[in-house]
């Protein structure tokens, strides 16, 4: 089971078009992965002082007390991710594992859906789950999800219109 | 990147025989997936005889050893205990398919002691099965097959997705353990 904490519909529609409109104009840039294979969205990074960030690094550390009960020290600036039509992202991780991590590594990671799917289509988050079918904890505007950073996870392809979500990592020293 | 310590063909091949001699006169029972909260079964994802191995057996010392040994080398995890050693037979058709090997409660809180470490070896000769390779999920990307030949040995995340392809003839023979602790923190 890939584990994760969720909120439905918690920040109004209201407050998620208000971030939507402050970050929009934030300078961004593309991010690519493979050459366009596995991944391609917009980002824009949010300052560390903008309540936003604060707010999402709040919801990260309460789901960690309600049930994954990592040592987090900190967090990575949040970004405010715009996927286009074509745009999404395959199957991968967040912490990559691959020997001799240096600490802080990225052990939870945060989503947040601000877009109202009725803007966009589809662009779904799923999470890898083996033999079971992928699970979709994030369907709907205002929605959060908190997960473990080294479960692998993905954006199908955007179909139609525009949907931008927040990211943010929350970091500590190598697990134990 | 699901990130593993591995021997290639660290145990002998007569010593691997006398370990598949030893053990697969008694082999148990028809594996079941279990749904984390002890219920339901899923056989269409798993067919494997599994036998559970007393501690007492020198080779349940082995293999734990071996799981310390990359503990130390390279996990660095609080580990505590093991859980009791399996020899899993695959028969032509026998799989298991991508999982973790973790245990979530319905609460979504790892049961404890926790796995933290997976060990696998592979006891049987290439030349004896086709099929049945131990694979690593990697994303979209092609999986990692670690095990390497007759005799070696794979230790990995207990949360890291891997499976054993359908065996397409012949049986493979194998050993399984997985080493636990406290919660990760």
Not at chain 1, 89 to 105: C, T
Not at chain 2, 52 to 79: C, P, Q, S
Request: glycine share 8%.
């Amino acid at each position: 089971m890939s584990r994760y904490w969720s909120w439905d519909k918690i920040i109004p529609k209201e407050e998620c078009e208000r971030i939507i409109a402050d970050c929009s104009n934030i300078e961004g840039y593309r991010g690519t992965q493979e050459k366009e294979l596995y991944g391609r969205i917009f980002i824009r990074l949010v300052s560390a002082s903008n309540l936003a960030t604060k707010l999402i690094y709040g919801f990260a550390h309460e789901a960690n007390d309600a049930m994954f009960h990592y040592e987090i020290t900190g967090h990575e600036q949040m970004q405010f991710v715009q996927y286009a039509v074509d745009d999404r992202l395959q199957y991968h991780q967040d912490l990559v594992y691959d020997g001799l991590e240096v600490a802080p590594i990225r052990k939870l990671s945060v989503s947040v859906l601000l877009s109202d799917p009725k803007d966009f289509e589809g662009g779904e988050f799923e999470m890898y789950s083996g033999f079971k079918e992928p699970t979709k904890p994030l369907t709907e505007q205002g929605s959060v999800v908190v997960f473990e950073s080294k479960a692998y996870h993905g954006i199908t392809p955007i179909t139609s219109g525009v949907r931008y979500s927040l990211v943010l990592w929350a970091t500590g020293p190598l697990f134990k | 990147m699901a990130r593993y310590y591995s021997w290639d063909n660290i145990i002998s091949k007569s010593e691997c025989e006398r370990i598949i001699d030893d053990c697969k006169s008694d082999l148990g029972e028809i594996a079941k997936v279990g749904d984390g909260v002890g219920g339901s079964t899923v056989d269409k994802y798993r067919k494997t005889n599994i036998r559970w191995i007393d501690n007492d057996r020198l080779i349940a010392k082995l293999i734990y050893g071996f799981v310390r040994e990359a503990n130390d080398a390279y996990f660095h995890y609080n580990i505590t205990n093991h859980e009791q050693i399996q020899l899993g037979e695959y028969s032509t058709g026998g799989n298991y398919d991508y999982h973790q090997d973790t245990i979530t409660l319905a609460s979504g809180i790892e049961s404890l002691p926790t796995r933290k470490l997976s060990v696998s070896v592979l006891l049987s000769d290439r030349q004896d099965f086709e099929g049945g390779e131990f694979v690593m999920y990697n994303g979209g990307k092609e999986p990692l097959k670690p095990l390497k030949g007759q005799g070696s040995i794979v230790v990995f995340d207990s949360s890291d997705f891997h499976a054993v392809e359908p065996v397409t003839s012949g049986v493979r023979y194998s050993l399984v353990m997985w080493a636990r602790g406290p919660l990760f923190k």
